[in-house]
């Protein structure tokens, strides 16, 4: 073998040792899209600290979902604006969310965001859910109708306390 090939041989070796070790370096487990979610995140933090981040923000996320998540989505908003007016609306991590001051008690983690089989209606710690040992805070949402609105007022009020 002439030296020339063997050196040819080393280069690529090395790119592809070089190539797998990048792949690996990148292989963190989280996907594409959990990474958007990061990126929007912090974004959204320094929006809202700087007072930014507001309704319309929500209003804009909602119009830009499908076909399937943004009726449930905008059943969801207007629910919280007939029953709990005094909720402070915003982005969290991309999606609409409701809360008191700073906090986020609830929002909707609409299907396409992540490409999944339906949204979620998920309510964080400070939400007063409690009920025993043991007690439900995230649930599906397949589709918006008097009896989803009916279930998620119940829930909705329950966790404002």
Not at 46 to 70: F, P, S
Not at 108 to 120: D, H, I, M, P, V
């Amino acid at each position: 073998m002439t030296e020339k090939k063997t050196a040819q041989k080393k280069t690529a070796a090395g790119k592809n040792t070089s190539a797998k070790k990048a792949a690996a370096a990148d292989d963190t487990g989280i996907s594409a899209e959990e990474r958007a979610a990061m990126k929007q995140m912090v974004a959204e933090r320094k929006r809202t600290a700087a007072g930014k981040n507001t309704e319309q923000d929500v209003l804009d996320a909602i119009a830009a979902m499908d076909d399937h998540d943004r009726p449930i989505a905008e059943g969801l908003h207007t629910l919280v604006k007939e029953i709990a007016p005094d909720l402070n609306c915003r982005t969290w991590y991309g999606f609409p969310a409701y809360g008191e001051g700073k906090e986020v008690l609830f929002f909707y983690q609409f299907a396409g965001k992540f490409n999944t089989r339906y949204g979620t209606l998920g309510f964080n710690d400070k939400a007063r859910l409690d009920d025993g040992d043991m007690w439900p805070v995230t649930f599906a949402l397949t589709q918006w109708n008097d009896a989803v609105e009916k279930k998620v007022t119940q829930l909705i009020t329950r966790a404002l306390g």
